[in-house]
């Protein structure tokens, strides 16, 4: 659940500063997330959360500042750049092809093609793509409908899921990547967000490194492993899930409490 | 590195799913099945319902083979256009330059066969004015210009360009396109071959093949593909040069028809050949259609005028028909979707965790 | 000095507009198509315009007008003329005003209008007299609120009563010649809001009738493009299977009629046409197309043209009442 003290942290920012003009949208903040740590970002608006979730997507480019990934320095033109570097965020108006169904949306871009000449003109191996999103599903501990029910046919948890799992697949593999969620629970039930927590703590004892930015605390307590909180664009706290309470966060988020770097 | 023991202990950890009914059923119910029936091959049931109509009423004209063949001949144009329109429909742009590229295609095709260029190559070049047009569409809209505008701009482009290289008058004269247009094989005039060509590569392009798989997500949610990192923009130029490629084409089949090719863009393709997509339910906000039920639309409005001609009606009656129908079948389409909508949010236990459905 | 010289101008307006009038007063009582009344006015006002000529068609876009207005420079060059081409694109409002200016600043000496709406082509005709600009306008006298021929205006026009009558007739003849005077016949017209189509199908449906009493009409088909009277007609030939006559008022309507009947494997024994392009005759010549009526717009342009200069050199004498020559093409020439 929590990396081992001798690698490297799978995304580290440091002395990221973001300024529009006069304003400090992000001030001389520090995150590291490991692989397979949950991490959660937490803020009231305008605490800077998404501009931070946004710059280590590669959607902003920060006015100063290091980010570092798997050790590796890098600077992200764009969020393409970031997509090459492993790290994929889940957005939160899902982007889901509505018409298509489940197994063409996780197989887009990554369509498996037929072997011989109909391959070459193009044609896709359906059922090779279906048994394969199947077994990626079932890593993940997933259980969904039927790869052939269109996606506009799901409920919004499983919405959520196929969403999640699209980013998930593409983060999987031998070099564990980064996944970025966007308030991954805001439109979903009570019973739908506990199906979310259970994907996202799957993913995060696969190897995967989760930041979570969210207004939702109980999610946060409940799946993160630690959390880091955020107040007009400076960091006042980076605790262990484990060694703090409700009322401590709360205080954090409101500026009721000072704070921990001060 | 995918140990499979990590999933048991989490799935420890999960939440007893809160719907009652553990039953899996494997299919949906009757009911949603029907009215997706009903909204899927609706057309189809329309097209026989037509059929045996004007069978009685029309008797003994139209039940012949000859009268078939003439119905799906005039279909057959239709559907090419109907084609082009579903495609740039389904990209999310409705592309109303079609008229005008048929005209100029038809115009630089007869301009080269009269000037004695082998006919393969005037076809070609035809096709080519397609591909080129198309992409112009797609190019110029990417810059962020609203589609449709776009597309009544080239229109105008078009007509004038077929205008000039026609010099004004029609080209006469082309027999030596005749063997795509009033010839038949097997007792079936060429068009109709051509149309179901098209409609048979096109079916399989747009659900079995990667390219057509990702134009089709486009349509439906452009950003999805971006995500996936796959280039939107590229695939939007594409829907368009399909849609260049569709009206070349019929305005070449109507040329070979005719044995002339007219440089007048007329107006009345689109309006016949959207009539027919949107008879096949294809809705205006893209990302969703089925090119065979275009075909049957194509179809549907064939036999509507074709049965009001042989009864001697005039066919703008058949016009007034179609259009009700069209409104008839919208309506249908939305009573279907939210039936089902209601159906299925009632019958839904979706759980993650209750297996498939 | 100033106020003077607009004084001087206005009364040359006056004696202008005042001399035609007068003239008109003077000679209304006895109207006869080729006189000239020698007017006691100021003199010819042509002798001082110009010899430029504007010619303002429906619009340009048209090959045939396109072709017309090609014409009349060459014809008009070669006498010595200049020609203004003016295209109003089927907006009256614009024929109006464009006409106005050049007949107001005395530009042309001779004016061609084929009016996009004769209803409003009024104030031009009295605007042109005034200025004693010879003027030309297609259409009868009585569809511009006169009754018989007017001073510095010929009227133009064409004779769909006998455009249609031609047609009818010719078809008759072919039923007669080639199937005893009987048969299923075809009606193809052109759609509805053109120009003289009551008088058109009435004067061939009657000529028809008197040509071969046993013909009938089975039906009517409306052709606008050939294409789609292609597709129509071979609909109609099913609901008929026995037609053997089609007379069409346009081309569109008999190349399409030829090309159904191929199509169906159908002999069309009698095909007249009205209108006559270059690829109709070329079938009335190989025997495909029975007769096609052609209005002669070639010679129309040179009898315009030179009524035109004749009544430039008497703009005040009454103009002609002239009608669009019409040929009747068969196999036999």
Redesign the interface.
């Known amino acids: 659940m929590t990396t081992t003290a001798s690698l490297a942290p799978a995304l580290e920012l440091s002395a990221i500063d973001m300024h529009y003009g006069f304003v400090r949208a992000l001030d001389a903040i520090d995150f590291h997330v490991g692989q397979g740590e949950v991490v959660g970002l937490l803020g009231d608006n305008g605490a800077g959360k998404s501009t931070l979730l946004k710059v280590m997507s590669g959607a902003h480019r920060p006015t100063s500042g290091e980010i570092r990934v798997h050790g590796a320095d890098v600077a992200f033109h764009s969020p393409k750049a970031a997509t090459s570097a492993g790290i994929q965020m889940v957005y939160q108006d899902l982007a889901l092809v509505d018409a298509q169904d489940i197994s063409t949306n996780l197989n887009l871009g990554r369509e498996i093609l037929r072997k011989g000449p109909l391959g070459w003109l193009g044609f896709v191996d359906q059922k090779a793509q279906r048994r394969r999103s199947e077994a990626e599903l079932d890593r993940l501990g997933v259980r969904t409908a039927a790869m052939t029910r269109p996606v506009e046919m799901l409920s919004g948890g499983q919405r959520q899921v196929v969403a999640l799992a699209r980013s998930a697949v593409r983060v999987s593999g031998d070099r564990s990547g980064i996944l970025l969620l966007d308030e991954p629970t805001a439109a979903l039930g009570y019973e739908q967000t506990q199906q979310v927590q259970s994907l996202i703590r799957r993913m995060a004892e696969q190897g995967i490194a989760v930041v979570i930015v969210t207004h939702n605390l109980a999610l946060a307590m409940d799946v993160c492993d630690r959390l880091v909180v955020l107040n007009r664009g400076r960091k006042v706290a980076d605790v262990a899930t484990t060694a703090t309470d409700n009322d401590q966060v709360v205080g954090w988020i409101t500026g009721a409490r000072a704070s921990m770097f001060a | 590195m995918m140990n499979p023991e990590l999933v048991s202990p989490s799935e420890a950890r999960m939440p007893e799913p809160g719907s009652a009914t553990p039953a899996t059923t494997e299919r949906d119910p009757l009911a949603i099945r029907g009215l997706i029936f009903l909204r899927d091959r609706g057309i189809v049931v329309l097209f026989a319902l037509l059929l045996v109509a004007f069978s009685i009423w029309a008797n003994p004209y139209f039940a012949s083979w000859n009268n078939a063949t003439l119905i799906a001949n005039a279909a057959a144009l239709t559907a090419i256009y109907g084609a082009g329109v579903a495609v740039g429909i389904i990209c999310g742009a409705l592309d109303l330059s079609i008229p005008g590229t048929a005209a100029v295609a038809a115009c630089v095709c007869a301009k080269l066969i009269t000037q004695g260029q082998p006919v393969w190559l005037a076809l070609l070049a035809g096709l080519l004015i397609g591909v080129v047009v198309g992409a112009l569409n797609g190019l110029i809209a990417l810059r962020g210009f609203n589609p449709i505008v776009v597309t009544i701009g080239m229109l105008s482009i078009t007509s004038a360009a077929a205008q000039l290289i026609a010099g004004g008058y029609s080209i006469p004269g082309l027999t030596k396109l005749q063997f795509m247009g009033t010839d038949r094989y097997l007792s079936i005039p060429a068009p109709v071959w051509i149309a179901a060509g098209l409609f048979l590569v096109g079916t399989l392009f747009l659900t079995h093949t990667r390219d057509g798989l990702r134009l089709m997500a486009v349509g439906g949610n452009a950003e999805a593909v971006r995500r996936s990192g796959v280039s939107a923009e590229r695939y939007k130029v594409l829907g368009f040069v399909i849609s260049g490629v569709c009206a070349a084409l019929g305005g070449l089949v109507t040329a070979a028809t005719v044995t002339e090719a007219s440089p007048e863009a007329s107006p009345g393709i689109i309006f016949t050949a959207l009539t027919a997509v949107a008879l096949a339910g294809v809705p205006l906000s893209g990302g969703r259609g089925s090119l065979p039920r275009v075909l049957i639309g194509a179809l549907v409005l064939a036999t509507i005028a074709n049965g009001l001609t042989i009864k001697g009606i005039n066919p703008y009656w058949g016009t007034g028909v179609t259009g009700m129908l069209l409104l008839a079948s919208l309506g249908l389409e939305k009573w279907v979707s939210t039936s089902v909508s209601r159906r299925l949010v009632a019958s839904a236990q979706a759980s993650v965790h209750s297996g498939t459905r | 000095m100033n106020t003077s010289r607009r004084r001087t101008r206005a009364f040359t307006v006056l004696a202008l507009a005042g001399a035609p009038l007068l003239l008109a007063a003077c000679g209304s009582s006895g109207s006869n198509t080729a006189g000239s009344n020698a007017g006691t006015g100021g003199g010819s006002a042509g002798g001082s315009l110009p010899k430029t000529l504007v010619f303002s068609p429906l619009t340009l ?1 048209a ?1 045939a007008l ?2 017309l207005s090609v014409g009349v420079q060459a014809y008009a060059k070669a006498q010595g003329w200049k020609v203004t081409v003016q295209d109003p694109n089927f907006d009256p409002t614009k024929q109006a005003q464009d006409l106005a200016s050049v007949i107001s600043s005395k530009a042309a000496g001779a004016a061609w209008v084929i009016a996009v709406a004769p209803d409003t082509m009024g104030a031009t005709l009295k605007a042109a007299q005034a200025k004693g600009v010879p003027i030309l306008i297609n259409g009868t006298p009585q569809e511009f609120g006169y009754d018989g021929p007017q001073p510095g205006i010929t009227f133009d026009y064409q004779d769909y009563a006998a455009n249609g009558k031609a047609v009818g007739e010719q078809l008759g003849k072919c039923l007669t010649e080639k199937n005893g005077g009987k048969g299923d016949v075809l009606f193809s017209v052109s759609s509805p809001g053109q120009a003289g189509k009551a008088e058109f199908e009435k004067a061939a449906q009657d000529a028809l009738k008197a040509a071969a009493p046993g013909a009938s009409i ?2 009517q ?2 052709v ?5 009277g ?3 007609i ?3 030939l ?2 008929h ?1 026995d037609l053997v006559g089609v007379m069409s008022t346009t081309d569109e309507g008999s ?2 009629a030829m ?1 159904a009947f ?3 494997g159908k002999k069309l024994l009698c095909n007249v046409d009205f209108g006559g392009n ?2 109709v005759l070329a079938d009335v010549k190989a025997g495909k197309i029975y007769a096609s009526v052609a209005l002669q717009f070639a010679d129309d342009m040179k009898q315009s043209f030179d009524t035109l200069v004749k009544m430039y050199a008497d703009p005040t004498a009454n103009g002609e009442v002239l009608v669009v020559p019409q040929k009747t093409v068969t196999s036999a020439g």
Request: no cysteine; glycine share 14%; aromatic share 0%.
């Open positions: 876009q090959p396109k072709q089975v039906q088909v409306v606008k493009d050939r294409a789609a292609q597709t129509d071979g609909n109609a099913q609901g299977p190349l399409g090309g191929d199509a169906a270059d690829e």
